[in-house]
């Protein structure tokens, strides 16, 4: 069994700062991968960043990054020259690979605000 | 930039009633998934689907749950006799293959209230 866990229900950070989010995950999977969404006010949720768990690069796409600590099982997402655009809902995700099933575990999420 | 969708946005019933919610996977994929949000809980996984039949079900999706791929574009998630403990968002997902990380892409939730 996955489980994964957000420590942060709500955050907030100026606009153009930093900001970081905390994620901690356990799985007995030797295979998987980890995913942070956003989920804006009423909109979907979309992928910000994945991370293959085999790779020990961490993930980067634009402002956002992760730092992934395998041993430690954390995967933080940062976010860089925060936008008002990036107030949303993120959701940390695991998710196994290989064989017939394949289902995401997630957070609980945080409320990210960005202020202007 | 293709996106799964769901209907209707917001449901209302009385318990005991049979619901149906409705979703547009990604045309060209071939996974699809339910997940629900009860308010102020995590996001969890529900049953996965493929080529006409469950993958995966989790302990929730018990035999009040059932999920169907009526045509060509449509997968639905029954639910015969809803319960209070229902309410909650229900999200549909789909992905392209399973090859290990595949993209689970997301619709924008229909939002289940049971009275």
């Known amino acids: 069994a996955q489980t994964v866990t957000q420590s942060q229900p709500e955050m907030s950070v100026q606009e153009a700062e930093t900001v970081t989010l905390s994620c901690t995950y356990d799985t007995s999977e030797n295979n998987y991968y980890l995913f942070w969404y956003k989920q804006p006010p009423s909109r979907q949720m979309i992928l910000v960043i994945r991370?293959?768990?085999?790779?020990?690069q961490n993930a980067t796409e634009n402002r956002f990054s992760v730092n992934f600590q395998k041993a430690a099982k954390s995967f933080s997402l940062k976010i860089s020259d925060s936008q008002l655009g990036d107030t949303a809902m993120y959701f940390c995700?695991?998710?196994?690979?290989?064989?017939?099933?394949?289902?995401?575990?997630f957070g609980k999420g945080t409320l990210l605000t960005v202020n202007p | 930039e293709p996106e799964v969708t769901q209907t209707p946005s917001h449901q209302v019933t009385q318990m005991g009633q049979e619901v149906i919610l409705r979703c547009v996977p990604i045309s060209n994929h071939l996974y699809f998934y339910w997940y629900r949000q009860i308010l102020g809980q995590k996001v969890e996984f529900l049953v996965s689907f493929y080529n006409n039949e469950i993958s995966e079900k989790s302990e929730i999706f018990d035999d009040q749950f059932s999920v169907e791929r009526p045509d060509g574009s449509n997968f639905t998630l029954k639910i015969r006799s809803t319960k209070l403990e229902d309410s909650a968002m229900y999200f549909c997902?789909?992905?392209?293959?399973?090859?290990?990380?595949?993209?689970?892409?997301f619709g924008p939730g229909t939002r289940l209230l049971v009275l």
């Open positions: 995700a695991c998710g196994n690979s290989g064989g017939s099933n394949y289902k995401l575990t």
């Open positions: 991370q293959e768990a085999y790779k020990q």
């Open positions: 997902a789909s992905s392209e293959g399973l090859a290990g990380g595949e993209t689970q892409y």
